[in-house]
């Protein structure tokens, strides 16, 4: 596995920037790394999706394999990360409960966590704030199309 995927990165190819209507070849490179398991996302991401666009949830349920199941040891990664960034998770401000996973998967295989969140604070932590707390590589969606040399 080379990345851990958040829900706000699929929203940016699908919705945002690069639907596959215009990019049909980004989507192909994007579903060739999924295809050789390097591109990856939790369960609670796919959960996301369904509640934030169809049609990103749509593509993401033909892709299944690209999804984790949440397991023991994802599970103490991801208390480690909260007792650190209890912040990073607040369902009364509409913190998203899949991001200590996203990075849990990242830091658990080495590989870089792909976002299209900001830094955020100490206060108002988002992945990348945790991420860099942690030494685990970010990258946003155009960052990961520049790392694999993609050229769309």
């Known amino acids: 596995m080379k990345y851990s995927v958040d829900t706000s990165a699929i929203l ?9 209507l215009n990019f049909p070849s980004l989507w192909a490179k994007i579903e060739g790394l999924i295809a050789d398991g390097h591109f990856a996302a939790t369960e609670l991401v ?3 999706l369904e509640k934030k ?3 990103a949830y749509q593509w993401a349920r033909r892709w299944k394999q690209m999804f984790v199941s949440i397991d023991e040891a994802i599970q103490l990664s991801v208390r480690t990360i ?7 998770v607040d369902q009364r ?3 998203s409960g899949a991001d200590p996973f996203v990075i849990a998967l990242a830091e658990m295989n080495g590989c870089a966590v792909v976002t299209d969140e900001d830094l955020g ?10 991420c860099r ?3 685990i590589k970010v990258l946003s969606v155009l960052e990961l ?3 694999e040399r993609w050229v769309i």
């Open 12 to 20: 940016r190819l699908s919705v945002r920037s690069y639907p596959r």
């Open 133 to 135: 707390a942690r030494n």
């Open 93 to 95: 401000k509409g913190r």
């Open 82 to 88: 909260l007792a650190d960034h209890e912040r990073l």
């Open 145 to 147: 199309i520049q790392e």
């Open 53 to 55: 666009d169809d049609d």
């Open 46 to 48: 796919l959960t996301e």
């Open 121 to 130: 604070s100490e206060a108002k932590p988002h992945i990348p704030y945790v």
